[in-house]
């Protein structure tokens, strides 16, 4: 039986708030790295880890529980240092005040390198085999490093100001935001311990998982209000960031959206297929795009 996205969301929540402060010893760090961390995401990736363990017939279990919400804390070190005077400039995050308005840009930065640090120390300190632990490691710097998210965070930046064409927005959004998503599918694969070509179609379903997710935010941005995102909205054109309904207009980053949605759901299909096993858990997550 899988459990649904807020039992897990519960686990994630009682587990971060009890485990964190076990491995910060200095006292305004804990209470920086607390803030953003406790400040009520919705824990969507190690969500999609811990579902994803299950639907293939794991237990989670604390060692497992572990590993999967590393990707928690590395989430959180992205989102505070976006919002950074230096990046994004942006004062709301999760309904709250960013890091940076709260405890300075100093103490945000070091709070972002403590909570991605700690992201690697927690995906190895725990009791899974060692191979799994490696495989997991290396994964998680491929998907965070400067060939996944922090490269799309760059293509982001120097992007502002001239347009992308849609080969390189999609590419751009893949990196940025889908590359940790397709690695939180991808996680439950390797802590059980899958087939290549099982692995392969978790990728592909985290991966167009993860384009929605940046083209539903890009739409949001534009049809969305603060109080729905906890965020400011309507930041991206003022901007002059590159977006899909800014490329394509409202309807056209719908269609892309549609299509991104159908190729997760083929790859859904597809690890049905593969394992003999129902991925219906998938569906709770596909229903986070309401249109
Ligand atoms: C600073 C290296 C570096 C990278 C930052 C992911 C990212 C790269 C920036 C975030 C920009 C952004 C807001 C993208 C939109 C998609 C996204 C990642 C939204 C936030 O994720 P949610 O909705 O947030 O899962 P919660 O708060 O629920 O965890």
């Known amino acids: 039986m899988v459990q649904t996205i807020s039992e897990l969301k519960s686990s994630i929540d009682d587990y971060l708030s009890d485990h964190l402060v076990a491995d910060v010893d200095q006292a305004t760090l804990y209470s920086s790295m607390r803030y953003s961390l406790m400040a009520g995401g919705k824990r969507l990736r190690p969500a999609l880890t811990l579902a994803t363990v299950e639907m293939l017939g794991g237990t989670v279990d604390e060692n497992v529980i572990h590993a999967a919400t590393a990707l928690e804390l590395l989430h959180t070190y992205s989102l505070i240092h976006d919002d950074l005077p230096a990046m994004d400039n942006d004062d709301l995050r999760r309904g709250k005040p960013t890091n940076h308005c709260r405890y300075g840009a100093g103490m945000a930065t070091l709070a972002g390198d403590g909570l991605l640090t700690l992201a690697f120390q927690w995906v190895t300190d725990n009791g899974l085999p060692a191979a799994i632990r490696a495989e997991l490691t290396l994964a998680l710097a491929q998907a965070a490093g400067p060939a996944g998210m922090v490269a799309g965070q760059a293509r982001d930046i120097e992007g ?99 299509k991104a949605l159908q190729s997760a759901k083929a790859a859904q299909t597809k690890l049905g297929e593969l394992t003999g096993r129902s991925f219906a858990g998938y569906d709770q997550f596909l229903a986070y795009f309401k249109l």
Do not use: C, W
């Open 160 to 258: 502002e100001g001239h347009q992308l064409d849609l080969d390189q927005l999609r590419y751009l959004h893949r990196q940025k935001t889908g590359a940790l998503l397709r690695y939180a599918v991808l996680a439950g694969g390797i802590i059980t311990n899958q087939s290549r070509p099982v692995k392969a179609a978790l990728a592909d379903f985290g991966a167009q998982f993860g384009l929605a997710f940046q083209i539903y935010d890009d739409l949001m941005d534009v049809l969305g209000t603060t109080a729905q995102m906890g965020k400011q909205v309507h930041k991206d054109a003022g901007e002059h960031k590159n977006t899909y309904p800014g490329l394509l207009g409202v309807a056209g980053a719908e269609e892309q959206l549609h």
